[in-house]
């Protein structure tokens, strides 16, 4: 776990202009063959999540899961992780509006844009849809937060939405909310409920 996390440190490192040195000598000590490109913390809650659910040890297969900190980083990560850099196979997941950021850096790269899977708005709108509104309720009160949405419900601005879109936004209004209910929601799925991206994702490991 350490020397993983410590891989992850070194690409952010090479990506922002640093020294290649170190994550190839990690990437070679973990045997690594596949890099996941996640645009944010959130998303690596969530594949965390469902990994240690599923009963898979990504790193103990070769797969290592990295944040960006941006869909617009993607052009680095994917040169220094995929074939100009370490030679990884490259995947990832994305929101739609994010799309045009992984083809291209995938492209430039010479890796197969067909691997990145895409969420139909984002991650919390698949989450939503997956379990639907009641149960994603029913987390929100069982993490203590039924009384800041119901408040975050009547605002004015949440008027006239639909409660899947309230949903969406409510999970992202706080610091450190999104990352929680990444993890929280992903573990919350039942057998069968999987949104199609992340089951794809998983599928192509």
């Known amino acids: 776990m350490a020397e993983t996390a410590a891989f992850g440190d070194a690409v952010r490192h090479w990506a922002a202009g640093g020294s290649a040195g170190r994550a190839g000598e990690l990437a070679t000590r973990l045997g690594l063959r596949t890099a996941v490109l996640l645009e944010g ?6 594949v965390d999540a469902l990994a240690a659910r599923h009963g898979r040890d990504l790193a103990g297969e070769g797969v290592c899961v990295v944040t960006m900190n941006g869909a617009m980083n993607a052009g680095r990560f994917a040169r220094v992780l995929g074939p100009p850099g370490l030679g990884l196979r490259l995947t990832g997941l994305c929101d739609e509006r994010e799309r045009g950021w992984f083809d291209r850096a995938l492209e430039r790269a010479g890796a197969p844009a067909r691997d990145v899977f895409v969420c139909v708005a984002d991650l919390e709108d698949e989450f939503v849809r997956a379990l639907g509104t009641e149960r ?18 009547s605002q004015p601005a949440q008027q006239g939405r639909s409660r899947e879109r309230q ?35 998983f599928t192509s490991l």
Not at 41 to 46: G, N, Q, R, V
Not at 136 to 153: C, K, N, S
Not at 173 to 179: C, E, S
């Open 41 to 46: 913390p959130s998303d690596l809650a969530a």
């Open 136 to 153: 994603v309720e029913a987390v929100v009160a069982a993490e203590g937060d039924l009384r800041a949405w119901r408040i975050f419900q």
């Open 167 to 201: 949903l969406r936004r409510f999970l992202g209004t706080k610091k450190g909310r999104k990352i929680h209910y990444g993890r929280v929601l992903a573990e919350a799925l039942g057998p069968g409920e999987l949104p199609a991206p992340l089951d794809a994702l």
